[in-house]
């Protein structure tokens, strides 16, 4: 990478309790890895697991592809209502009968006893595959409950990680390649790949170590996307990778008009099948630095273009113990669209 990221690895005290029959409870305070850079692939997708599970597998076998010859990258999962644990044989085939669905079964029509635990029953499918020790790598998927009239704004969501070693050894291409390959098959509405920082604890918990560096360093994005969020159609910020589906590609005017209104270097558009496009913000991901004056014009040329669409506040049901983090927060959302 000609611009390498900073490394960001802070670490801090976990409290943690255990409990067998013979100790009882036993309280421990560790030193972990409490937040880390990394590069974060999101889509989401307003469709449910029926109609999205082949797209998901291929996405996952991408994946596998790209993190092959690298053995610590995978090393537990979970998969709907099972607990954490140590990947094996058997988790695989959790996970791959996950993603082959045999038919068809509305919310609707669900009884209350099933509709009470709707994730045991299969209506709401998720899994998550991880490294151990936070070591950046991740594949989680999440799908929406299938109802005949889906909410509105309703989303699965799919969302891998890779440690930033991984974007400096193999290099921006190889990034942007398996980002395109994960997004061939799926009927996205948007996505996004670029800079991030996973958090051990909320964001708010951990506003006084984040905001040194997401103020001085405008690219990493801190957003942990869920379906939870109901995102719909709406934007979810800018990155460096930006995948566009419908409807907020026509209402753009379509590529050909987007792309007249990008017409500086280093932003690209792509067009892809099915009326979508990538809008890549250079050739590889930058965090920028407001303290040398690298304040990511690219960036702030496509938010202006997209402001309309933007989410306008990812953390708007949180409830905040001190007002100020919430005001921080909403600045720093913003920070494409404020005057430099």
């Not at 708010?204 to 957003?223: A, K, N, S, Y």
């Not at 939870?228 to 590609?249: A, K, S, Y």
Request: with cysteine; aromatic share 10%; net charge negative.
């Amino acid at each position: 990478m000609a611009n390498p990221s900073p490394r960001i690895r802070i670490s801090g005290p976990v409290r943690s309790k255990t409990w067998t029959s013979e100790t009882g409870v036993v309280e421990r305070l560790e030193d972990r890895l409490l937040i880390r850079d990394l590069v974060r692939i999101v889509f989401f997708i307003p469709s449910d697991h029926f109609q999205i599970a082949a797209g998901v597998s291929h996405a996952l076998d991408s994946y596998l592809r790209a993190v092959e010859g690298h053995p610590e990258a995978l090393s537990r999962y979970t998969c709907c209502y099972w607990e954490p644990r140590g990947l094996s044989e058997r988790g695989w085939e959790l996970i791959r009968e996950t993603l082959q669905p045999k038919e068809r079964r509305y919310f609707d029509d669900y009884t209350p006893d099933e509709a009470f635990h709707p994730e045991k029953e299969g209506a709401e499918p998720h899994f998550s595959i991880y490294a151990d020790d936070e070591r950046g790598y991740a594949f989680r998927y999440h799908a929406r409950l299938p109802w005949r009239e889906p909410p509105r704004h309703s989303v699965s969501v799919l969302q891998v990680t890779l440690p930033t070693e991984y974007l400096e050894e193999r290099g921006a291409d190889a990034v942007r390649a398996l980002a395109l390959d994960m997004a061939s098959r799926l009927p996205f509405s948007s996505g996004h790949a670029g800079l991030a920082l996973a958090s051990w604890f909320p964001v708010d918990e951990q506003w006084d170590r984040l905001r040194p560096v997401i103020l001085r360093h405008p690219g990493f994005d801190i957003r942990d996307a869920s379906i939870h969020d109901n995102l719909g159609t709406r934007v979810d910020g800018i990155h460096w990778l930006n995948f566009l589906g419908q409807p907020v590609l026509s209402e753009l005017g379509g590529a050909s008009v987007l792309r007249a209104r990008l017409p500086c270097p280093p932003v690209t558009v792509q067009e892809l099948e099915e009326e979508r496009v990538v809008v890549t913000l250079g050739p590889c991901p930058e965090a920028g630095d407001l303290d040398q004056g690298q304040s990511l014009p690219a960036y702030r040329e496509l938010a202006r273009v997209l402001e309309p669409w933007l989410e306008p506040f990812p953390w708007r049901l949180t409830d905040f113990t001190d007002p100020s983090v919430k005001e921080e927060l909403w600045r720093w959302w913003r920070r494409f669209l404020e005057c430099s």
